[in-house]
């Protein structure tokens, strides 16, 4: 169901910016996993990783490979930078930070994301699967993403944050607007416009905060307005300030989204090209905590990130100088044949099929893995009882994907069902 032909048979022609690459990533990564370890892409000016191993070591070695961008600023152009100071906050990823201050940030998101927190919210979360499929199940066939994929994650997000639902269409833009940022060629006018969108965000986030400083509930701003954090920089614990609590709530509220989203459509792309898979977790709902890892697996929503390398270091033999940035291919290490039988297979029996790098691995692991996959495998659960005979709608779906470099995102799927 590729689009695209993949006319490449060199690694050399491989450049990640390009439209026919990004459609066709895995063909990519095979080449370039096999012409190196770590791969100078000269169209990116970064070195490549595609295999687990090598991903692996990389992402367990946070002094040597930090993941802030140090070699490239996300805001580029000073009129919209300028725009936070004067309007907004700054924009910062205490989630994100660097070792030694890392772990100290994510210390207070965690429990909250951990399984005991989110299995006391399943009643929530699968009333709101029912309620969703109670809209469209008399209809026949859906777009899925928009009636489906989209809101689950992010009704269940704002839940856990503690913000109301009725402002779901107004998150889903400033999700979008956050996002746009990190991809490459923004004109000085789509950055500021996002940016501008971005402190709208801010603002909301800041007022939520003061409405529960004085009325605080058992959610995740609530938590963090209250909380202490252990700074290393004066060696004691200090209240959050507010853009510490800003960037922490965006991050969780983005990074809740579209990540899901795009896992949901890809498993149900899974279950249209995979007759036999879709009858098995039919007949078997045990199997389909293993179709969720395996959907993670083969169609990673998160591609790739970047690391910097600290200091000139070695991966598998290539000489890596200090500065560098590499990009991490979790969807090419979790296709590495070194690694896996079978790699472009879905396999319902796979031993490990958890042990993939979809969420990332060591230090930066995804704090919010344990809630989308639960999010992923109550929902599925619900689908295939509920609707029977999934199939595409007849003439509507291409089946292309997002353009850009990091995530991998179906554009739309339509889904007929009895
Ligand atoms: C299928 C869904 C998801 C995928 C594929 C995914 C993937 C990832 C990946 C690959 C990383 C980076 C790890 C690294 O730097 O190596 C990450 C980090 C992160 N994710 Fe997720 N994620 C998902 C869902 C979520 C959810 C539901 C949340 C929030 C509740 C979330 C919040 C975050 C945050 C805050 C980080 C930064 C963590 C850090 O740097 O320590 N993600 N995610």
């Known amino acids: 169901m590729e689009n695209k032909k993949f006319p490449f048979k060199e690694a050399k022609e491989i450049d990640f910016m390009d439209a026919i690459v990004q459609e066709n990533w895995f063909e990519a990564y095979d080449l370039i996993r096999e012409e190196s370890p770590a791969y100078f892409m000269p169209q990116i000016g970064m070195y490549v990783l595609t295999r687990y191993a090598d991903i692996e070591h990389v ?24 725009l936070y100071e004067e309007k907004g906050w700054p924009r910062i990823q205490p989630l994100s930070l660097n070792v030694p201050k890392h772990s100290h940030f994510r210390k207070l998101v965690d429990p909250a994301l951990a399984a005991g927190a989110i299995k006391k919210k399943k009643t929530f979360i699968v009333n709101v699967i029912n309620e969703l499929i109670d809209t469209w199940i008399d209809e026949g066939q859906i777009a899925f993403m928009e009636r489906f994929a989209e809101p689950l994650p992010m009704i269940v997000i704002a839940e856990l944050l503690g913000l109301p639902r009725m402002d779901l269409p107004l998150l889903k833009v400033w ?9 490459k060629g923004l004109t000085v006018e789509q950055e500021t416009e996002a940016v501008k969108k971005h402190i709208e965000l801010q603002h909301y986030i800041f007022d ?18 209250q909380t202490e954090v252990f700074d290393v920089d004066i060696n004691a614990k200090r209240p959050l300030t507010d853009e510490e609590v800003i960037g922490s709530v965006d991050h969780l509220l983005i990074g809740g989204n579209e990540t899901t989203t795009f896992a949901i459509s890809n498993g149900l792309w899974l279950l249209f ?14 199997l389909i905590k293993n179709f969720v890892e395996e959907t993670l697996r083969i169609e990673s929503p998160t591609q790739g990130l970047f690391r910097s390398a600290k200091y000139d270091c070695e991966i598998g033999g290539v000489e890596i ?6 990009s991490i291919r979790y969807g090419a290490g979790n296709r590495d ?12 029996n796979r031993k490990n099929a958890g042990r993939h790098l979809a969420f990332g691995i060591g230090e930066h692991v995804c704090p919010g893995a344990t809630l989308s996959r639960y999010e992923q495998r109550w929902a599925w659960e619900i689908l295939l009882s509920r609707l029977k005979n999934l199939r595409p709608t007849p003439g509507k779906n291409d089946f292309t994907h997002m353009k850009g470099i990091w995530l991998r995102a179906l554009n739309e799927i339509y889904l007929s069902f009895d």
């Not at 939520?208 to 307005?225: C, G, V, W």
């Not at 044949?337 to 319902?348: A, G, I, V």
């Open 59 to 82: 992402l367990r070695d946070p002094e040597q490979f930090t993941s802030s961008r140090d070699t490239e600023p996300l805001i580029k152009f000073k009129e919209s930078l300028s």
């Open 175 to 183: 999700s979008s607007a956050w996002v746009l940022p990190h991809s």
């Open 208 to 225: 939520s905060m003061k409405q529960k400083r004085k009325n605080p509930k058992d959610d995740i701003i609530s938590h963090l307005i």
């Open 273 to 286: 090209k995979n007759a036999e898979v879709y009858k098995n977790i039919e007949a078997n709902p045990a």
């Open 321 to 326: 100088p200090a500065g560098s940035t590499l």
């Open 337 to 348: 044949p070194r690694r896996y039988r079978c790699p472009m297979e879905p396999d319902l």
